[in-house]
């Protein structure tokens, strides 16, 4: 076997600081309640895309007159 490069390897504190952060935007990510988000954005703006997905979802559906 040959020994490995010493310049190739990465050390256990460099391993650590690199996955340190990555673990940090993980959990941040995973903390926002993204639907809830969404939700909030979809009722504070009205964005016209969100009235357009829904005529489409509901096209076939006959209306009922109360």
Same mark, same amino acid.
């Given at each position: 076997?040959?020994?490995?490069?010493?310049?190739?390897?990465?050390? @256990?504190?460099?391993?650590?600081? %690199? !996955?340190? /952060?990555?673990? $940090?935007? &993980?959990?941040?990510?995973?903390?926002?309640?993204?639907?809830?988000? @969404?939700?909030?954005?979809?009722? %504070? !703006?009205? /964005?016209?895309? $969100?009235? &357009?997905?829904?005529?489409?979802?509901?096209?076939?559906?006959?209306?009922?007159?109360?």
């Amino acid at each position: 076997m040959n020994p490995a490069n010493p310049e190739v390897v990465m050390h @256990l504190g460099h391993r650590l600081v %690199l !996955a340190l /952060p990555i673990v $940090v935007i &993980d959990t941040a990510a995973f903390a926002v309640p993204l639907a809830s988000v @969404l939700l909030a954005y979809i009722l %504070l !703006a009205r /964005p016209a895309w $969100v009235r &357009d997905r829904v005529d489409r979802l509901y096209r076939g559906v006959p209306r009922q007159v109360a």
